[in-house]
């Protein structure tokens, strides 16, 4: 894939999916302009990118925040004057509970995140790509997107709405150039999923084993698994895919009912 001479924008790019997505658009030369609430985090992963040859402007910014929104799209446009590819990407896990105990601050946040980041995202980008009249947009669902799983009752609400988002804007945008898609990831031995682990079994191990099991390939993936498909949806390559939610999960979804993580596994 090459990329060569344009740009990539990127949220939740200080690590984990979003550092590997960056290192991916970075190597096929596309420029980036990347975006997380952690600004050392972003600084490490701006770093990374410059190293391995790549070029990379950052704003620090809350996808929660319509003003902080606003402006690492004006920002990313004046520093490279187009967008032609947006990964919208930052997301929480929230708290791990059933919903007749869930914490309502918890639902709150998640909410704000997964759900409000990811609508500002599509509502200050699409009118950039729509008056250039191209563009490429995923947004991060995830298996959750499309399972019901015990204890991540606002985790699951909003990846299932971010396909909801996906498929609206693909109605919406599909005639005017711009394409608008989401990536489903599995299990992804990241940050979030580490602390997913932790959180449900008690001990690492034995809960990166468990989630590693739901999938026929018994494996967690890597983030660069996930950016490789995210390059490509972004990519010519993927000219006539849109508002699908493509999975990266070792075959979990083909396999996998509601309810397969038991609760406090
Ligand atoms: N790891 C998995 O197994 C998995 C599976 C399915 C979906 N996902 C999704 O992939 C995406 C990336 O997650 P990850 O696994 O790389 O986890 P991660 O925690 O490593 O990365 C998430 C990034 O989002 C940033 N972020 C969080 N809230 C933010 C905010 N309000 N404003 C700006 N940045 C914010 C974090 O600082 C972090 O850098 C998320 O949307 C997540 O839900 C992950």
């Not at 790509?129 to 399972?147: F, H």
């Not at 019901?148 to 909003?158: I, S, V």
């Not at 804007?169 to 299990?187: H, K, Y």
């Not at 990519?235 to 990266?248: E, K, N």
Request: overall charge negative; proline content about 3%; charged content about 15%.
């Amino acid at each position: 894939m090459d990329f060569t001479g344009r740009t990539a924008v990127i949220t939740g790019a200080a690590g984990g999916i979003g550092r590997a997505t960056a290192l991916r658009f970075a190597a096929a030369g596309a420029a980036l302009h990347l975006v997380d609430r952690d600004a050392a985090g972003l600084a490490a992963t701006a770093e990374a990118v410059s190293q391995a040859g790549g070029f990379a402007t950052t704003t620090t910014a809350d996808v929660t925040g319509a003003d902080d929104v606003r402006d690492y799209v004006q920002a990313a446009v004046s520093a490279h004057g187009h967008i032609d590819a947006f990964f919208n990407n930052a997301g929480i896990e929230g708290p791990v509970a059933p919903l007749a105990e869930y914490p309502i601050d918890g639902f709150d946040a998640v909410i704000a995140v997964n759900l409000r980041g990811v609508f500002l995202g599509l509502r200050h980008m699409l009118p950039v790509m729509l008056e250039q009249g191209s563009g490429a947009i995923v947004n991060t669902g995830s298996l959750a997107s499309e399972r019901g799983l015990p204890g991540t009752g606002a985790y699951n609400a909003t990846k299932h709405a971010v396909l909801g988002l996906t498929r609206t804007a693909a109605a919406e945008v599909g005639g005017a150039g711009v394409r608008v898609n989401a990536v489903l990831p599995g299990m992804i031995d990241t940050r979030m999923l580490r602390n997913l682990a932790g959180t449900i079994t008690g001990d690492l191990e034995e809960g990166l084993r468990f989630l590693a099991g739901v999938a026929p390939a018994a494996r967690t993936g890597l983030a660069d698994e996930v950016a490789a498909v995210v390059c490509f949806l972004c990519s010519d390559d993927a000219s006539f895919v849109q508002g699908v939610g493509w999975p990266v999960d070792g075959g979990a979804l083909a396999t996998m009912s509601n309810g397969s993580i038991p609760e406090g596994a």
